[in-house]
């Protein structure tokens, strides 16, 4: 999973070690971590992962942490079907709302997209988060929430 967010083109020698943690962490805690993960492989080699979770003090939000799909299989609809498997399972675990949030840098513009695509929304914008010039855009979309009436179960 190292190589493959290196390969990504877009994470920083930083944040490719925080989304190992977020393995390590899983494999020592379990469930207990709060992590949630689906790998894809193709030809017997990693081609792309995601990783999501329910965020802390919230009745029924989650955030995607991660989704990576290796640059060799972009275009080929992987990121999609591992989008809707987080989603899924953020549903049948009585999730309401995904977040997602992402730099504004213009490496991630299709990054962007890909979200819009999917169906989120653009739910905030804060200026200069990472750095200066570098806004945190914050995705949402509800995948689990049937009107007023709670979470549904699929």
């Given at each position: 999973?190292?190589r ?5 083109g877009?994470?920083s ?37 995601c ?16 989704i ?5 299989h972009r ?19 009585g ?28 739910a ?10 570098d806004?945190?855009?914050?995705y ?7 009107g007023?009436?709670?979470?549904r179960?699929?």
């Amino acid at each position: 999973m190292r190589r493959l967010t290196a390969r990504a083109g877009v994470f920083s020698k930083a944040e490719q070690a925080v989304a190992v943690e977020l393995i390590e962490t899983r494999l020592r805690d379990g469930r207990k971590s709060g992590y949630h993960f689906m790998f894809a492989d193709l030809d017997g080699r990693p081609a792309g992962y995601c990783v999501w979770g329910p965020i802390p003090m919230t009745a029924a939000s989650w955030d995607l942490y991660w989704i990576v799909v290796d640059p060799a299989h972009r275009g080929e609809g992987l990121g999609r079907l591992l989008l809707a498997g987080a989603e899924h399972d953020v549903a049948c675990h009585g999730g309401g709302a995904v977040y997602i949030e992402t730099s504004s840098r213009a490496e991630y513009a299709r990054t962007r997209r890909f979200y819009v695509q999917a169906g989120y929304r653009r739910a905030a914008r804060l200026a200069d988060f990472y750095a200066a010039g570098d806004d945190k855009v914050i995705y949402r979309k509800e995948v689990g929430r049937t009107g007023r009436g709670g979470a549904r179960r699929v």
